[in-house]
C-alpha cells in the first residue's frame, strides 16, 4: 500500500441544517463521531502526521478525540471560514517544513476507505504530478464543482457551481474534494490565490489552474464508487450514509464468520468485536466496545449496550439490556432482565424480569455474581451486591444494598433473608 508522509483532515464545517448544536464532524454515527472514519482511513497509509483543522468548535473536536487520536494527529485552527483554500493555508504552521505529498480529506466523509486513498496517492505517484483530484461521475451532480477537461482529456479546471455557466454545468464529472498536492508548493499557490469568485472566498480547486500555469502536471483519478466519496449536510444525506455504513459493518462481520439471522434489523456500532462462530438473531443492537465470544447467542430483541462482554456461550435472549456487564461462559440471561455494572461468573442463569438496581439517584454500583449461580424470576439485586458461586435467589426476592448471598445458600422474600428449613411441629 503506497503510504504518504502528510494528511490533513478538513473538519471545519458546523452542520447547521442538521440542527444539533454540536460540529458536523462530531456526529455520532454507529459509536463513532464521523470524523474517526477518515482518521482511521488515513492512518492505514501510515503518515507521519494528519492535522485536522477546525474552526470555533476545535477545543471540542479535541476533546472527542482525546482518547483516540494518537500521537500523529495535530490540531489547527482555521479562524474565518473564508473557504477550503483558507482551511488549508491554516494548516501550513502545523505542517511547518514538510515537503511531499500532502493527502487532503474531509471529515464529514465516513465512508472513504484505505484502499481507495492507496488508489489515489499511487496515481499522484505515477503520475509525477504536482496535483491529483479525486473525481466522480454523478447524474444528479447539483451542488457540486464540476470537471472541466480540454480536447486531450487533460484536466483543466474546477468550476464551483455558483461560478459556471449552463454548459459547465451540464458536465456530470465532479470534484470530490480530495486531493493530493506537493508541498510546500500548494501552500505557495494558496498564498497567491485570489478570491475573485461568487463567494469571495479561497477556493482549494485553485489549486489546479495556479499549477497548470506553473507548467507542472495536474492529474486525476476518477472514483468508481460514488458512495465511498458521500458526505452529508442534512439529515436526508446523513441518513443514507448512516445506512451504508452499517451495512458495511454487517458485511464486516458476516464475512468475518458471525451469524446474523436478519441483517435488515440488526444494528452493530463500529467498536464492536465478535468472534466467529456467535449467533445474532433479529431486531438486536449492539453498542460501544462490547466484545462477543464464540458460541454465544444474542437477541432476538436484545440490547448490549457499552462495556458488555460476553464469555464462550453465554446467551442474552429476549428483552434483555446490559450495560458494563461481564457474563462468564455459558452463563444465561434470556428473559426481560436488566443487566447493568455487573460481573456475572460461569454457568449461570439470570431468571426473567431480573434486574440490578445500579443507581441510586446520584452514583452506580457493582453487582457481582459468581459461578453457577441461580437468580430467580423476578429477583431485584439492589447493588453494591454480592452472590456468591452456587447461590440461590427465590422468585420475587429483593436483596438489598450491601448484602452478601453466601456460596450455596438460598435467600428469598423481600427483604431477601437466607430460606432456613422447616422444622415439623
Known amino acids: 500500500m503506497p503510504s504518504v508522509r502528510h494528511v490533513a483532515v478538513l473538519a471545519a464545517g458546523e452542520g447547521k441544517r442538521l440542527g444539533a448544536g454540536r460540529p458536523k464532524v462530531l456526529t455520532p454515527l454507529w459509536g463513532r463521531p464521523a470524523l474517526r472514519y477518515p482518521l482511521e482511513a488515513a492512518r492505514a497509509l501510515q503518515p507521519e502526521r494528519i492535522v485536522v483543522v477546525a474552526g470555533k468548535h476545535l477545543p471540542a473536536i479535541q476533546a472527542a478525540l482525546a482518547a483516540g487520536s494518537g500521537a500523529d494527529v495535530f490540531f489547527a485552527r482555521q479562524e474565518h471560514p473564508t473557504g477550503t ?28 476507505t484505505p484502499d481507495l486513498l492507496s488508489r489515489l496517492v499511487a496515481a499522484h505517484l505515477a503520475a509525477g504530478a504536482a496535483v491529483t483530484v479525486l473525481t466522480v461521475a454523478l447524474e444528479r451532480p447539483a451542488g457540486y464543482g464540476r470537471i472541466v477537461r480540454d480536447a486531450a482529456g487533460q484536466l483543466v479546471r474546477i468550476v464551483e457551481e455558483s461560478d459556471a455557466d449552463a454548459a459547465t454545468r451540464a458536465l456530470t464529472e465532479v470534484n470530490t474534494g480530495v486531493y493530493v498536492v506537493e508541498l510546500p ?39 468508481d464508487d460514488a458512495t465511498e466519496v458521500l458526505g452529508f449536510n442534512d439529515h436526508r444525506e446523513l441518513a443514507q450514509v448512516r445506512g451504508l455504513l452499517r451495512r458495511r459493518i454487517l458485511d464486516r462481520h458476516l464475512s468475518a464468520g458471525v451469524e446474523i439471522v436478519d441483517p435488515d434489523t440488526t444494528f452493530i456500532d463500529a467498536d464492536v468485536r465478535i468472534e466467529a462462530g456467535a449467533r445474532i438473531l433479529p431486531c438486536t443492537v449492539i453498542e460501544g466496545d462490547t466484545r462477543i465470544a464464540s458460541g454465544c447467542e444474542v437477541g432476538p430483541f436484545a440490547h448490549l449496550r457499552a462495556g458488555t462482554v460476553l464469555m464462550a456461550g453465554a446467551e442474552v435472549g429476549n428483552f434483555t439490556e446490559t450495560k458494563a456487564a461481564t ?33 441510586d439517584g446520584k452514583s452506580k454500583h457493582p453487582t457481582k455474581i459468581g459461578d453457577r449461580a441461580f437468580i430467580g424470576s423476578g429477583t431485584v439485586l439492589v447493588a453494591p451486591v454480592t452472590v456468591e458461586d452456587e447461590a440461590v435467589t427465590g422468585a420475587g426476592a429483593v436483596v438489598t444494598r450491601r448484602s452478601v448471598v453466601p456460596a450455596r445458600e438460598t435467600w428469598v422474600g423481600v427483604p431477601a433473608r437466607p430460606l432456613r428449613p422447616r422444622k415439623d411441629s
Open 185 to 223: 508548493g500548494a501552500f505557495d499557490d494558496l498564498e497567491k490565490a485570489g478570491r475573485d469568485n461568487s463567494q469571495g472566498e479561497i477556493y482549494l480547486t485553485d489549486l489546479v489552474a495556479l499549477t497548470l500555469r506553473r507548467g507542472e502536471r495536474v492529474a486525476s483519478l476518477r472514483c
Open 85 to 112: 483554500g483558507a482551511a488549508l493555508l491554516a494548516a501550513r504552521e502545523a505542517l511547518a517544513g514538510a515537503q511531499g505529498p500532502l493527502l487532503v480529506l474531509y471529515g464529514d466523509c465516513p465512508l472513504t
Open 327 to 359: 457474563l462468564g461462559a455459558g452463563t444465561k440471561a434470556k428473559h426481560l432482565s436488566y443487566l447493568g455494572d455487573s460481573v456475572i461468573g460461569a454457568n449461570t442463569n439470570i431468571g426473567a424480569g431480573t434486574i440490578t438496581a445500579n443507581y
